[in-house]
């Protein structure tokens, strides 16, 4: 039990508790923030999360080099000046022991490391570069790491990083200039951050046999006004120009004792559809036009946005499941790319006719797409009693 190894490191560790709460890391980003009662007392569990990494599901340890931050970001708990923030730092040793502890006694395989700002940002990633550097090498840790890339740092730095690490993250916070204007007064967006994520798609480029980083971004997302298609319009940029393996979606919460301490939290729903259109950019290959946005820009909430493109296209123009290329059958509602794949390989096989031949082959909700839909020209009855 790691509590009984508990070292002065191990219960500073503990004393932050989830700093890295807004930072998403994993594959499930909306299930990997903890609700914790404010009774409680923090501990080692609270950097602890459990994630779908690229290597698998993991026990990752999530920290941060220091809560400490020479800059005044509006929304951030951790921003300068912010007098309830408990400050705490850790030098590389430190937090690579930390790291080490836990992982020898079995208590994490992975580490997200993030930091506030101080003395710049060079000298920032310079401390999580050693921590890792110890980590990997010192170490010999072989698992996964997740490295933060603070704003603005050198190209030597972002490589070395890289080479670290499995995944880096450059988060952009917002979709445009003005916008991480309005969120983050000193933070500058292309020459601190469009331009890392840009060098860094360029090191991957430059060392192709070199096993590196992905790179993902997160938003902060309904503070400023952003709009949904200002959103995905740059996450699909991303996606095709920098190559990002995700971006994060972070509803706005508002913070006691900063200056957006009053304005309203964005809904969940909103980062879910937010979710939901950013997959379809990027694993359906669609084009951020085809996006059913509102006249304001945004989607609308109450509907999936696929369903949604396919109650306008697809009610007087039904997809021939025995016939469609498998693009088209991306296309239709609850069909994924597993369901397409299913659908090819069984009407090579026979006729796909009735509803139950979908459930059959995996289809989870056949019903749900049978208005959607042709088998063998006809449409298909919705005969709910088969399931
Ligand atoms: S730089 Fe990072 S830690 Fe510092 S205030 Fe901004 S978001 Fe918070």
Not at 1 to 6: D, K, N, P, Q, W
Not at 235 to 238: E, G, H, I, M, T
Not at 347 to 351: L, Q
């Given at each position: 039990?790691?509590?009984?190894?508990?070292s002065e490191t191990l219960t500073k560790l503990s004393q932050m508790g989830d700093v890295t709460l807004h930072e998403p890391a994993g594959d499930s980003p909306q299930t990997?923030?903890?609700?914790?009662?404010?009774?409680?007392?923090?501990?080692?569990n609270d950097c602890i999360s459990h994630l779908s990494t690229p290597r698998g599901p993991k026990a990752v340890?999530?920290?941060?080099m220091t809560t400490a931050c020479e800059r005044n970001c509006h929304y951030c708990v951790f921003r300068a000046g912010r007098a309830k923030t408990k400050r705490v730092t850790f030098a590389p040793d430190e937090m690579a022991g930390a790291f080490n502890t836990l992982e020898q006694a079995g208590k994490v395989d992975g580490l997200f490391l993030s930091s506030g700002i101080i003395k710049g940002s060079v000298t920032t990633q310079d401390k999580i570069i050693d921590t890792a550097d110890i980590i990997r090498n010192r170490q010999g840790y072989r698992g996964y790491i997740h490295l933060k890339i603070m704003p603005g740092i050198e190209y030597d730095q972002l490589y070395r990083s890289m080479q670290l690490a499995d995944r880096i993250s450059v988060n952009l916070e917002a979709p445009t200039t003005a916008r991480l204007a309005a969120l983050a007064p000193k933070k500058i967006f292309i020459e601190e951050l469009l331009r890392m994520l840009?060098?860094?798609?360029?090191i991957r480029r430059d060392h192709r046999n070199e096993k590196l980083a992905s790179s993902v971004t997160?938003?902060?997302v309904g503070a400023v006004g952003d709009t949904d298609l200002e959103l995905l319009s740059m996450?699909?940029?991303?996606y095709s120009l920098a190559k990002l393996a995700r971006v994060y979606y972070s509803a706005f919460g508002p913070v006691p004792g900063t200056p957006f301490e009053n304005l309203p939290a964005t809904e969940a729903i909103r980062e879910f559809r937010l979710y939901q259109s950013s997959f379809l950019l990027r694993d359906y290959k669609w084009d951020v036009e085809e996006l059913p946005f509102l006249r304001d820009g945004n989607l609308r909430t109450d509907v999936d946005p696929k369903q949604a493109w396919a109650d306008v296209h697809l009610i007087h123009?039904?997809?021939?499941?025995?016939?469609a290329e498998r693009e088209q059958l991306l296309r239709v509602p609850g069909i994924g790319p597993l369901g397409a794949n299913a659908i090819i390989s069984a009407?090579?096989?026979?006729?796909l006719s009735e509803l139950v031949h979908l459930k059959q082959i995996g289809i989870r909700s056949p019903h749900k797409l049978a208005k959607y839909v042709l088998l063998n020209g006809r449409q298909p009855a919705r005969q709910l009693s088969l399931f």
């Open positions: 039990m790691a509590g009984r190894l508990v990997e923030r903890k609700r914790r009662s404010r009774k409680q007392e923090f501990n080692l340890m999530k920290s941060m840009q060098w860094a798609e360029q997160q938003f902060v996450s699909d940029k991303l123009q039904p997809v021939e499941l025995m016939r009407r090579c096989r026979g006729s």
